[in-house]
């Protein structure tokens, strides 16, 4: 076939044309930034999308995912650097430092008019807000709680399940055969450690920060690391890798059988029901409760504006998130817990009995610290302050010296 | 006379092309290249160095001169990465070293199956840093990791070891992985520095009645002088500067036990989103090799050949 020159320009002016016009359609798209990367999370978000896509057939949604840990590194590089995107999901843990940079779109009166707001108790709306302002749509929950090896107890003869740290202490003793090359609990030591070391300091009573200021109970908080660090270092509980042992590592054990008890959200329990039998081999728990405070968090995780390019498709698309049918497709996909009430009333979660932990841990369940500076005080100093209490470079009083010292410094 | 009056901007180009400013002006785009994507973030991380820049406390935000240098001098976290930086750098190179001469000197043999190897030796390098990070990381698994298993197997362990949880072999176990990862960057540029020394030179040495070994001390280094110069220099600002391979392995943990410079300011920056005391650390690393490249060179006396 041959083609004239006329022809050629006419069939050119009609592509940049048509390319044009697609520009101009693309003008709804949006982009999202977010940190899931399991295969269970991308097949959920990718639901929401197509259902978003099928209520929303003018706005084209662009994800991209973020390993976790550089998420905050991203994101506080496109607030320095420009390159925002146009949503991005937030957690609870991260929201005073993101507001604090001014990455999050102030969304107060978008919620206000807005019909799914009624789903959403005051609880949910406090871990997304900052001086009376509304900054993200809270979508799903990570709920704390306990999975065990029913298995591994009844051979134990344990009853059930620990309620205490006292009765902890004594399953984690009953549970531990290190010829087997079993541990009673899956300690996590490495990074993330931090959580559940100021869980149980919280547990033995000692604030964190109250009014802005660092609150640590000094006496409590010994008294907390010692008994925490003391399931490795003198009981012998948990395994020998435990000051490195990190999501992956503490999965790896309870799922392969090497120990009994590991402490964690909601958010693993699709990755554990695919390797153990949910009620025969390993049922959930509330968290065991400490001598002055029952402790479990409850982190609401949502989705905020971050630039306000196309803002009125951004707040479609992060609304979206806190509907019925967007928070039951993720929950099917991956477990996570809706935020919504209306999703909770579901009867896939009221009728399945792994789930009641989870329904207990809501009515106790704390919300986490927030301040800011929270994060690089937890990685930066719990961290390595209390690996290093398990390795035996410090003791449980210099290691609260170092947080409380740390926990200054960072809110100054 | 008129056409020379109304000589054309072509023309004029070409009068310059025969002076001597030509040349600068033919470099000219290359300097603007370079002043925008070297000059400027290197001064603007000097400046970020001397100025408060705290992400999420942008009130304090400003011009505060050496504080950041005052408070490094009584950070107990930066003086152990300084430490550690030295030691996982020395001994990284000096295994790199050792193990990439000894690949270089076996592929230099021209034996059957050479190619392949030299293919198989250079993979480790191939392999990203995260992803090298990740594999050993399976490797060294204290539950599952297969060289546990072996050594248990042949009866050097008696049970699995948590290499990167223990503070007295998590350095250790960081280096033997950075080391393989590393080793064929000095393998690859040794062999081409071997491929270039006469073998005239070892014939006549031969004559002479030297052996292997004079032949290695009297001829291979100091032909090879130049090249381990350049390519020490080379991975040693490469390791000061990655700190991905300890990020994934270890964090810096436990405890700071391999904590080094580099992730240091990267976690000081992307944790604390103080990058005013992260562009410090910067600095200072910045300075050190800028030091240490000066003082390496003189010593090699390699400017001087």
């Known amino acids: 076939m041959q083609v004239t020159k006329r022809e050629f320009l006419v069939a050119t002016a009609a592509l940049a044309l048509a390319s044009g016009m697609r520009s101009a359609q693309a003008a709804t798209a949006i982009n999202y930034w977010h940190h899931f990367a399991s295969q269970s999370e991308m097949a959920g978000l990718m639901k929401i999308i197509e259902l978003f896509g099928k209520s929303h057939p003018g706005i084209g949604v662009t994800q991209e995912s973020i390993p976790n840990s550089e998420y905050m590194a991203k994101v506080s590089s496109a607030v320095v650097a420009g390159g925002r995107p146009d949503t991005g999901m937030v957690v609870a843990e991260r929201f005073a430092d993101l507001t604090a940079m001014g990455a999050l779109v102030d969304i107060s009166e978008r919620v206000k008019g807005w019909k799914g707001k009624a789903n959403f108790p005051e609880n949910r709306w406090t871990g997304m807000s900052q001086d009376g302002a509304i900054y993200a749509v809270p979508a799903y929950a990570f709920v704390d709680w306990m999975y065990y090896r029913k298995d591994y107890f009844e051979e134990a003869g344990l009853a059930g399940p620990p309620k205490t740290f006292d009765e902890f202490l004594i399953a984690c003793r009953k549970l531990t055969n290190p010829a087997k090359g079993r541990y009673a609990f899956g300690m996590r030591g490495g990074a993330g450690a931090f959580k559940y070391v100021i869980d149980v300091m919280e547990a033995f009573g000692s604030p964190i920060v109250k009014d802005g200021q660092a609150a640590i109970d000094k006496a409590a908080a010994v008294e907390a690391i010692t008994f925490y660090s003391n399931l490795f270092v003198k009981e012998k509980v948990v395994p020998p890798s435990a000051p490195n042992d990190s999501y992956r590592q503490i999965m790896e054990g309870f799922r392969t059988g090497q120990t009994a008890m590991v402490w964690h959200h909601t958010g693993s329990l699709i990755e554990i029901s695919a390797a153990l039998k949910a009620g025969e081999q390993f049922s959930t728990a509330p968290m065991p409760a400490g001598p002055k405070a029952h402790i479990a968090r409850v982190a609401y995780a949502g989705n905020g504006i971050m630039k306000d390019d196309h803002v009125d498709a951004a707040w479609d698309w992060i609304s979206f998130w806190g509907e019925k049918d967007a928070a039951i497709a993720l929950l099917e996909a991956t477990g996570y817990f809706p935020a919504s009430t209306a999703a909770l009333d579901d009867e896939r979660i009221k009728s399945n009995p792994i789930y009641q932990a989870a329904s207990q841990t809501l009515d106790f369940g704390r919300l986490p610290n927030r301040f800011v500076g929270a994060a690089g005080w937890s990685e930066s100093v719990v961290n390595p302050s209390f690996q290093s209490v398990l390795t035996g470079q410090l003791t449980p009083e210099q290691a609260v010296d170092r947080m409380i010292e740390g926990l200054e410094a960072a809110l100054r | ?305």
């Open chain 2, 1 to 305: 006379m008129k056409s020379v009056l109304h000589r054309g901007p072509l023309a004029k180009l070409g009068d310059l092309s025969e002076t001597r400013y030509w040349v600068y002006l033919l470099l000219f785009p290359s300097l603007i290249l370079l002043l925008l994507v070297v000059a400027y973030p290197t001064l603007y991380g000097f400046v970020i160095s001397v100025r408060e820049m705290r992400l999420t406390r942008p009130g304090l935000n400003g011009w505060v001169g050496t504080k950041h240098y005052v408070a490094m001098l009584s950070d107990r976290v930066f003086w152990i990465s300084l430490k550690n930086t030295a030691i996982w750098v020395t001994a990284a190179i000096a295994l790199e070293v050792a193990m990439g001469f000894v690949a270089a000197v076996a592929l230099n043999r021209n034996v059957p199956g050479t190619k392949l190897f030299g293919v198989l030796i250079l993979l480790p390098y191939f392999l990203p840093n995260v992803v090298a990070g990740h594999m050993w990381a399976l490797l060294l698994d204290p539950r599952l990791g297969v060289i546990n298993d072996i050594l248990v197997k042949v009866r050097i362990l008696s049970s699995y070891k948590a290499w990167f949880a223990d503070p007295a072999t998590a350095m250790a176990a960081t280096i033997v992985v950075e080391a393989w990862h590393g080793f064929p960057f000095f393998a690859l540029l040794f062999l081409a520095g071997l491929k270039g020394i006469p073998e005239d030179l070892y014939k006549a040495a031969a004559v002479d009645g030297a052996g292997p070994i004079r032949q290695f001390r009297l001829i291979t280094v100091p032909m090879l002088r130049t090249v381990i110069t350049a390519a020490v220099i080379l991975r040693v600002i490469s390791l000061v500067n990655s700190p991905d391979l300890l990020l994934v392995l270890t964090g810096g943990g436990p405890g700071n036990a391999t904590q080094v410079l580099s992730l240091y300011a990267f976690q000081t920056a992307y944790r604390e989103f103080n990058f005013g005391y992260a562009g410090a650390l910067a600095v200072v690393m910045f300075v050190i090799l800028m030091v240490f490249a000066t003082l390496y060179i003189r010593l090699t006396r390699v400017s001087k050949d």
